[in-house]
């Protein structure tokens, strides 16, 4: 059949490329680029609806990918980045003004955009029920105030049954999987007039273009001003129905996500009216905000445990964070209770210190007040574990502690603005003309967020008592990274400033921290280990800082490390050990001796600080702004 006047036959927007922050230059493409396109409708209906007013079609592409520090970084920081640093967040601040600069106007603005809305919503236990939304087109007819976007949900239900018999008596197994797909299309305005029906689908479909983006959680603000905004978030973690008691199932999922974040193109689109005749201008600021961060080391449980300074301090961060001073008996993972004299003088019996041992035990000062006296405590120092069987439990939950906390307990945040100005004029022949563009790249930074900011309490992670099952911890895991991930997205999306700006920004202790705790976690022959003469000239460490830390027993950048690491523990326990009662010896253990660890807390910050020296200032990545004519 011949195409005839009433078939609704649609027109696909000749977007025309307008201007770029990625020209073409010498080496590789930026990590993130920003592209402007726009398109003038000719349809005299369209413009009609308008009297005085131009409308131009405007598509902002936005590609993401991670970041990375500037070139020329030192190789055992820029190496122990991996993929990246991963983007867990991105917003987009649009505005269009006059040419001239004149302010106080309500025009040019942002009659329309899309997409404005995508949201996950889980509901039901394990998640049962799932709702997905995404906008993947775009439609402007003549009346130039309708936009509409096409919506896709889609449900899923699962249900399982277990089967069991005993004695004859059976009950079999079910599985029932629902799938259910469906459409809708939301109309933003709503224009009611009286038109034939094919006219009208004619009209409707006058100009139509793809949105191709990658799945979020997206929020638009400002629709209708000469300001629009967009920020963007990756999808929430499901928790997993299937088998949430199976390790590898959530352990896997949760390492994916960490080097996933949102990494693609996102496209915008809006529709721009400004006065007739006026020169306009359209400026982007990209933000985008990633993660620097601490992921967990391969497991090994072969390592060997030895009877130093290093060691003994993980064995006491892992005994501090599980059972802190003050954990009741009770609560411990093994029965100490059977081990005190006179149980009957500890009725409400705490662990007072951890004590180590030179025979190779872990002591626990047990503390209690005496029944029926005031002024009297019961003391009592019992055998707690043996170090082989400490150490495999620290080893254990070294691995689980960090895969358990959110990549945004475990790094940091770094970010960095990026901006595109292009200005317009109208030309003949419906067409635009270009008058000038700026582009600007600043430098990576620290996130202008207290460290506070995202604190959640008492649901910050520790280390976990081993009889946590694995359920629970998924449970507890998922519903933690989500809150804390919502929680930033909510931070930033009213955050209206930029990234602080100047050298420097790098330069940070918090920074230093998280390179510290990777290279800690370094394979013995991975390239990015350093001998200890090469780290030691990488972080300009002084005659005495080298002695120090050959004493420690450090060979190289990773037990370097390591040694840090444990300074501030072990000086603790040493303060703590200063101050232990040394009366009434006959019932407690004999006075063991301090740890004699050659690095005290002050030095390892030094340390610290020399990491931190060596980080680019930050200005290195920023791009001076291109200006063409």
Known sequence: MAAGDDLPLSLEIPWQLASTTQLLTAGEPDETTITFFTFRPDDKDLLGAFPGQSIVFLKVAVSISPAAFPPGTAPPIASALGEGIPCFHMLLDLNVRKENGQLGTDRPYFHAAAPLRRQMLQTGVIGTDLFEGEANSQFVGRSGSQVHEATSSHTRTSSRAGGINVLGIGVSARTSTTDVTGTRDVTQVTDTTTREASQERRELVSHMTKVENILTLLNAKYVGTPYLSFSLSPQPLQQLSADASDPSLWFGQLLQRRSSGIEGVQEFTAVILVPEGEDFCVHARLRRVCVLDDPPGPPNFQEPFSFTGTALGRLLNYLFDTFPIGTPLEELDVDLLQGLPQPELFPRPAVEMWVISPAGAMLADILSPRPQTLLQMSRATVSYKTFLELWLETLRSEYERDLNRSPLERGVLVGEDRELDTCFAFAEGNAL??????????????????????DFGSLRPTARPSRQGIKAQALETVTRWNALELRLATLLANHRGGFAKGPGRLKDPRIAGVLVQRWAKLAADDAANLDFAAAANLLKLNDAHRRALKA?????????????????????????????PKEAKADRAAQPAPIGFPISAKLAAEIRKLVADTLPSGEDSAKPGRRRR
Not at 437 to 448: C, F, K, Q, S, Y
Not at 553 to 580: F, H, P, S, W
């Open 433 to 454: 003309k270009i008058l000038k563009i700026a582009t600007n790249v600043g430098p990576l930074a620290m996130l202008p967020l207290r460290p506070g900011d995202l």
């Open 552 to 580: 420690a027993g450090a060979t190289d950048l990773k037990t370097i490390a390591q040694a840090v690491k444990a300074a501030e523990t072990i000086d603790r326990y040493n303060q703590d050990l200063g101050r232990r």
